[in-house]
Antibody, heavy 117, light 107 residues
Framework: HLQESGPTLVKSSETLSLTCTVS??????????WGWIRQSPGKGLQWIGD???????YYNPYLMSRVMISVDTSKNLFFLKMVSVTAADTAIYFC???????????WGRGILVTVSS | IVLTQSPGTLSLSPGERATLSCRAT???????LAWYQQKPGQSPRLLIY???RRATGIPDRFSGSGSGTDYTLIISRMEPEDFALYFC?????????FGPGTAVDMK
């Protein structure tokens, strides 16, 4: 089970920060990946990036200059930070368990984040 | 790689066969092509990965095929719960491009 949390309203040019809580299994219990995907009316579904329990990350080349994904295996959490957000970053953000890079096998329910000016 | 899907909308009746297409601008290597289903207000659900492999719990009326740049999702007989939005995706190292989706609605 995965659950996203964090601020749902972020001001333009500031940093979006989200947490994904993983329950029902250890985040470091396998060689799986843990990742973030977003969905907006204008851009559809967009893979943001993945992280392994080891901390190795993989990012969408179009977003990697603004994105950082991190993990806290002791708390079974992983995180998304996106800097310098604009209205174009308004979307539903999903965290997911990836069976391969960017292949989302299990999804959280998603959290709508709105970027306001 | 950019993915396009056709048709944009498919109107069918229960019991009919659905054929959804996904085309890539370049050859997809290693069979890294997946399909997802999304219903209103829900997260997407993985249906097919590796072009033709069904994800856990997916009924066998869903099948995937294709190679190179052209891929197909077939739903052999539409059930009421199958009316939804379907996305294809190219996944793998530093990839993750999704198609725009095909909406399958009830005629």
């Amino acid at each position: 089970h995965l659950q996203e949390s964090g601020p749902t309203l972020v001001k333009s040019s500031e940093t979006l920060s989200l947490t994904c809580t993983v329950s029902g299994g250890s985040i470091s219990g396998s060689n799986l990946y843990w990742g973030w995907i977003r969905q907006s009316p204008g851009k559809g579904l967009q893979w943001i990036g993945d992280i392994q329990a080891s901390g190795t990350t993989y990012y969408n080349p179009y977003l990697m200059s603004r994105v950082m994904i991190s993990v806290d295996t002791s708390k079974n959490l992983f995180f998304l930070k996106m800097v310098s957000v604009t209205a174009a970053d308004t979307a539903i953000y999903f965290c997911a368990n990836m069976s391969q890079i960017a292949l989302a096998a299990d999804w959280g329910r998603g959290i709508l984040v709105t970027v306001s000016s | 790689i950019v993915l396009t899907q056709s048709p944009g909308t498919l109107s069918l009746s229960p019991g009919e066969r659905a054929t959804l297409s996904c085309r890539a601008t370049q050859t997809i290597k290693d069979n890294f092509l997946a399909w997802y289903q999304q219903k209103p207000g829900q997260s997407p659900r993985l249906l097919i990965y590796g072009v033709f492999r069904r994800a856990t719990g997916i009924p066998d009326r869903f099948s995937g095929s294709g190679s190179g740049t052209d891929y197909t999702l077939i739903i052999s007989r539409m059930e009421p719960e199958d009316f939804a939005l379907y996305f294809c995706q190219h996944y793998g190292r530093s990839r993750g491009a999704f198609g725009p989706g095909t909406a399958v609605d009830m005629k």
